[in-house]
């Protein structure tokens, strides 16, 4: 019986040494992305609660659990309870395969590519059963053009990592960390798909300029007005463990993991990165407008996705007839 | 990173299994699907979900068969396959968007503006 005591407590800290440190991070992004923010717009920020306003995500946190929680008129509770969990969990549940540190991720799946892809897709659910349950039209309406973006670009997104797995001959995010680091990084080598990648994490995670589903003026808050407290909470803390680790997953792909040209690979220069893309996606939100919801079906289908498809063509067929790489090793 | 135990349990019960209970899983998928468009005739929404979770269910084979020989022209194959359900679902639902906006209804027994 004290052995199973010690198994089980063994268990709960393997998680939460895992996802403690991911959801402090996680505060701590939305305090830079105001900060920074705040600095671009020559204002100060929040800079009262703590030291420079170090504790502003936490006091956010506490109003938002002692908040009342308030369901609209005629939903339907259950789903309207479900959606923000399930979009909770499915962006925690790409976490487990990404090796963090170089060497040994936490769950070596050798299918790693396909597993994110598949995991990134199923965010899609909860978003549009949000937008269903809460019984709103512009809930709805804002559900209805997230679901629309989102599977428009995963598209895109998908045709945009195939280059990275011709070149890196592995589903496998380890293996494509050890090829870079023995080689060149595929930004270099790739940088067409990583910048169709990019604009991809931006569209996906519905973050300026497509953040069409929150425009204010004509929709109020997109598929989450309905949603108070800790329903809320759990909302915006998956749009941004999204951003996380859609830049996480941008690192490993093309910037080639913990490694930087000579130096040896650390997790420290891991962590450098991580955090430099995903400033730039807050720079990215300060600086351009949005865009119109055409436009944004433009660059999608007719742009990106015609682009990327030829791209992996090509790639695809560059190893074959000039390399004479016919079989990918897994 | 070693310490996590319960992931390593996780792999020795996925490797314990064999493929066989995997090939069981998606095949029921497919039947069930299939069952699905033939007795759902009616709503044409649940259609293309069954149809779409067919096409899921035959990614998911390719991946199974690929690990069974131990080659990845199923990965690269099933891969290629979700591509190509993600946009074939946004077509299908925008073909049935403009449907419903012309003729205010998308009840399967009265569709017959498709008809050649």
Same mark, same amino acid.
């Given at each position: 019986m004290n052995s199973f005591l010690i198994f089980i407590l063994? !268990?709960?800290?393997?998680?939460?040494?895992?996802?403690?440190?991911?959801?402090?991070?996680?505060?701590?992004?939305?305090?830079?992305?105001?900060?920074?923010?705040?600095?671009? !717009?020559?204002?100060?920020?929040?800079?009262?609660?703590?030291?420079?306003?170090?504790? !502003?995500?936490?006091?956010?946190?506490?109003?938002?659990l002692l908040k009342e929680p308030v369901f609209p008129y005629q939903a339907d509770i259950l789903l309207f309870i479900f959606a923000p969990l399930l979009t909770f969990f499915v962006s925690l549940l790409s976490w487990v395969i990404i090796p963090l540190t170089t060497t040994e991720p936490v769950l070596d799946l050798n299918i790693g590519v396909i597993f994110i892809l598949g995991s990134s897709s199923l965010g899609v659910y909860g978003i549009l059963l949000a937008g269903w349950a809460s019984n709103s039209k512009y809930a709805f309406f804002g559900s209805i053009r997230s679901a629309a973006q989102m599977i428009s670009y995963e598209v895109a997104m998908s045709l945009a990592i195939f280059p990275v797995i011709c070149l890196a001959q592995s589903f496998s995010l380890k293996d494509i960390i050890l090829v870079q680091e023995n080689s060149v990084w595929f930004l270099f080598s790739l940088f067409p798909s990583a910048i169709c990648f990019y604009i991809s994490i931006l569209a996906e995670t519905n973050r300026s300029p497509f953040d069409l589903p929150e425009a204010e003026g004509e929709l109020v808050a997109g598929y989450n007005v309905e949603y108070s407290a800790f329903f809320f909470a759990f909302f915006y803390l998956a749009e941004y463990l999204n951003i996380l680790l859609l830049s996480t997953v941008f690192v490993i792909l093309f910037l080639g993991g913990g490694s930087f040209f000579i130096l040896k690979s650390s997790v420290l220069i891991f962590a450098l990165k991580i955090f430099f893309i995903v400033y730039t996606v807050i720079w990215v939100r300060a600086t351009l407008p949005r865009y119109r919801y055409d436009q944004l079906m433009l660059v999608g289908w007719k742009i990106l996705l015609p682009f990327t498809t030829g791209y992996a063509l090509f790639v695809a067929g560059l190893l074959f007839g000039i390399f004479k790489i016919t079989e990918v090793i897994f | 990173m070693k310490s996590i135990l319960i992931f390593n349990t996780f792999q020795q019960i996925s490797t314990n299994i064999t493929s066989f209970e995997f090939f069981l899983i998606s095949n029921f998928v497919i039947f069930g699907s299939f069952f699905g468009v033939v007795w759902m005739q009616k709503n044409l929404v649940v259609i293309f979900m069954c149809i779409e979770l067919i096409i899921v269910a035959l990614a998911f084979n390719f991946i199974l068969i690929s690990f069974f020989y131990a080659g990845a022209f199923g990965l690269i194959f099933g891969y290629i396959l979700l591509i190509t359900a993600g946009a074939e679902s946004a077509l299908a639902l925008s073909i049935l968007t403009s449907y419903f906006f012309i003729e205010q209804h998308i009840n399967v027994e009265f569709v017959s503006r498709l008809k050649g």
């Open positions: 063994l !268990q709960l800290y393997s998680f939460l040494i895992l996802f403690v440190p991911l959801l402090v991070v996680m505060a701590f992004i939305t305090l830079l992305e105001r900060k920074v923010m705040g600095i671009m !717009q020559r204002r100060r920020g929040p800079n009262v609660i703590g030291f420079f306003g170090l504790l !502003q995500p936490f006091a956010d946190g506490v109003k938002l | -």
